[in-house]
């Protein structure tokens, strides 16, 4: 059942999501991890095999045709939700994380091929570029550009976040002046914080990205789960999502990026499907977005991300986000009263700063996985550890947070028990 409303978003759509039939005292507050599947994204992946099975591309009988028609016109699916141009092009990914790995090992291996749209790029990666991310990143936007910039002697510089999660400004704009006559090849961060939940003015960083002529990526991962998106309007270069945050399957991802980088990037995993012509000696590939999707895709997984995000479309990102919000504050009030200290921003910081529903914090004297193990108890499932942000945790003196994330399906009454497991918690440990 599906409405617009935000009235009590969670009551309307619970019934939706099977998980809650087979775990029915569970509250779930791991969002942030991985979203629970409504039953039409289930449905979907087991109709393509029950009702297709062939694999695409290649057939050419009428399962194999049906299917590959599904699978193409879901890219058309994915760039209406996130309002991509076609400018963009759709590669289908396992991942973000695959995304990023994509972006950073195959601009490694590009020469002067992107001379054209990006001035930085007149020579391929040299010793003492630089790469511009953030200290709010997850892990999956840090390791794949220390791999190469160990290779390439490479510099990273991180624009470092105030006391509250945000990035500090102040800080960017002396980073800024110092990387004045420095060649910055890539701008890239998150849209929004898997920690803090906070969604990043992203202008800023564009601008620069411009001005040094270097490639702008997002990674939207926390991003398309929560908020309407306006790839346009964002104008990444490369902006990069997994299905599984947003009611979609596990192992399907997205890179959306603009067919001038595209076209210029060599291919990054060989094999099947990806080119046009073998021989002895050489091999021509395909064209994109076909070149960056090497071997058998996740067929099924298309199918039931294509249902994911017809769904969200029905119910109305801006109704989710908006709902996130009423349970954002109702359990940053909630935490306050039992003197929980909560990380990113305060109560009154929200009149200024966007923030999707997670809420990161720590229970004075009591480790984070004592907390997380306890609430299980309780049946209340939250995470507990560095969410892959270690950088994060570093700016804030700790190695671990918990973390509650909240999505459509949540509700007020989710917020209680996890204050009432809290308290328990506290009496246990008597804090
Ligand atoms: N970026 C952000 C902000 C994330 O929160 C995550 C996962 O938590 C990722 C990237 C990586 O996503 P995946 O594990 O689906 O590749």
Known sequence: MITTEIDNLAKKVKSDFPFFTNNPDTIYLDSGATSLKPQIVIDAIVKYYEVYSANIHRGVYKASMDATEIYESTRSVIKNFVGADDDYEVIYLR???????LLAFTLNKTKNQLAKNY????N???????????E??????IVPWQMIADEKGLEIVFVPILQNGELSQNAFAEIKEKLKNRCVKVVSLSQVSNVTGIIHNLEPFRTFAREKGAVFIVDGAQAVCHHKINLNEIDA???AFSGHKMLGPTGTGVLLAKKGLLDNLPPFLGGGDMILDVTKTATTYNKIPHKFEAGTPDIAGVFGLRAAIEYLDRIGMDNILNWEKELLKYGMKKLDEIGVHVFGPSLSDL???????????????IHPHDVG???????VCIRAGHHCCQLLMQAWNTSATNRASFYL?????DIDKLVDSIGYVKKIFKK
Do not use: C
């Open 124 to 134: 391929g990666f040299e010793k003492g570029d630089v790469i511009l991310i953030t």
């Open 119 to 122: 001035q930085a790029w007149q």
């Open 409 to 413: 399906y949540n509700d007020f009454s």
């Open 136 to 141: 709010s990143e997850h892990h999956s936007n």
């Open 95 to 101: 991942n973000t994380t695959e995304a990023m790995n």
């Open 237 to 239: 270069d490369a902006f």
């Open 351 to 365: 009149d200024r700063v966007e923030k999707a529903g997670v809420l990161s914090f720590n229970i004075p004297g």
């Open 373 to 379: 193990t306890i609430l299980d108890e309780h049946n």
